[in-house]
């Protein structure tokens, strides 16, 4: 069993700042890839970016340019920088363990209570 949290959200103006933290009692390299996903009220949960051994990285359109998603092995940590927030932004965020396969990521299920970031216009 993998425990994951996630901390870090916030409520903060558009164009604001935030680095949300997910941390797990599980050795993060031990995972494939890594990712962070997000959820708006009445939508799905969408990818918002993942990383593939720490090197790789991919990011939603959307985000692309404003956040940054990274790890800290000694700390057990994947965190994601997001910058210029908008209101758009705005949703709960859950980071994830898992792999790729045909270059896509898929998560095992296991997933922490979320993060929540809401942007202010």
């Known amino acids: 069993q993998v425990q994951l949290e996630e901390s870090g959200g916030d409520l903060v103006q558009s164009g604001g700042s935030l680095r949300l933290a997910c941390t797990s009692a599980?050795?993060?390299?031990?995972?494939?890839?890594l990712a962070w996903y997000r959820q708006a009220p009445g939508k799905q949960r969408e990818l918002v970016a993942y990383m593939v051994n720490e090197e790789n990285t991919h990011y939603e359109d959307s985000v692309k340019g404003r956040f940054t998603i990274s790890s800290d092995k000694g700390k057990n940590t994947v965190y994601l920088q997001m910058n210029n927030l908008k209101p758009q932004d705005t949703a709960d965020y859950y980071c994830s363990v898992g792999w790729t396969y045909d270059g896509n990521y898929r998560p095992y299920d296991y997933w922490g209570q979320g993060t929540r970031v809401a942007v202010s216009s």
């Open positions: 599980s050795a993060m390299n031990a995972f494939y890839a």
